[in-house]
């Protein structure tokens, strides 16, 4: 069995010998499955937090609250999109169904024969669409309308729909390329890393944000809140890559256990490389950036292969992961491209390592993968396909980001003025006023902004 039909549906033991039967999908969800792919969904939908705290701490004060707002919007219109369209472009099977897109589900509900089946499936799926969008928030931070990224919200859930289809669905060209991706490092992390590339480039950095050495300004408004960000998103994440064993009956119980420690051996890969990174280029200190870039991007690293990998080998791809995002910050800084959370390094170029590595180590399972990497006795090939996939998604995330905020922009705006983003969106946007940091007030006051 390809390891993706693990996505869509949960079979019983007996069912193994003949996993491969495409109307098994659309047989019942075993309950136990059910209650795992819930519970885990419940924890991925947490990572809103995670994602929260660590991009308002990142930014400046004057921003903070309006970036909270931004991943709350996520959640309210990123989930009305995938309920009328996104889940029918994933998952539908209605006629005008084709290898690259679904067709059907469009305002998603279910019979009570696959109500269990479909349901699931929806609400495990638009936990991870709406991470996509959240990672994008971080990249247009202190900027961008409010209007304009609610919009935004809205129709990017394109970009992570028709990925999902291809490697998720039984008959999306990538999938019948038998790719390799487990939990989504493509669809979620690629997607949402070269989102907010497409983003960042099209609204160009914020006001003197560069000196005239090239390097960003960087005024946190709590680096505390990021840690704790990070925290939410680390624990999280144990949802997000255990959860896409996509149940526990059947042995998928064994690869849970295994995907539990492969994510934190990988996380614990990308810290140990970021904290050296750190010491040595920041004269013996420890920058909360760079340190939680290093974990985040070794995560994303390990998100494609978590179950059928090995812990040791996922330290070691979870430290290059590491490096990948780290060094990624650096790059961006140097080209002058300001992605204030660091999204672009952590999630797309870290994950464009996450899904190619696939096609080196990835190992042969009847419920995960039929492949075997080019380091386990496998066929170049498979590299080959990783690395298309990579590609696919990036040239068609570039794409269709680019032509959403081309319109938006056209239509509302994107960018705020230069009045309003001197002042913070908080002021304008919410009625809050940051008073004076210098007279150690650090508390917040409602004003009347129609004075």
Sequence with gaps: ???????????????????????????AIHSDDATWILTSAFIIFTMQSGFGLLEAGMVSKKNETNIMVKNAMDVIYGSFAYWL?????????????????????????????????VFANYFFHLSFATTAKTIVSGAMAERVELKAYILFSFLNTISYSLPAHWIWEPHGWLHELNAVDIAGCGPV????????????????PRLGVFDEYYRPSKVMASPTNVMLGAFMLWWGWLGFNCGSTFGITGGKWILASRAAVVTLNGATGGGIFAIVFSYLKYKNKLIIDIFVTGIL???????????????????LIGFIGGAIGCFGVLLLERMRIDDPVHCISTHGIAGLWGVVVVGLVVEEHPLMSKSRGVFKGGSWRVLGIQVLVAVSIVLWTSITTFVQLYVIDKVIGLRMPREKEIDGADVWEHGIQVLDHNKKQHQVDAVDISE
Excluded: C
């Design 297 to 315: 991007s070794g995560l994303v690293s390990i998100t494609a292969i978590s179950p059928v990998v090995s812990p040791w080998e996922s330290l």
């Design 85 to 117: 369209f996104g889940y029918g472009l994933s998952f539908g099977r209605d006629e005008g169904t084709t290898a690259f897109n679904g067709f059907g589900k469009f305002l998603t509900d279910a019979d009570d024969r696959e109500m269990g089946k």
């Design 189 to 204: 992390h690629v997607v949402g890393g070269f989102s907010g590339f497409v983003a960042t480039i099209y609204l160009k």
């Design 1 to 27: 069995m390809n390891h993706t039909n693990s996505t869509l549906v949960a079979f019983e033991p007996t069912d193994l010998s003949t996993a491969n039967s495409s109307n098994k999908q659309y047989e």
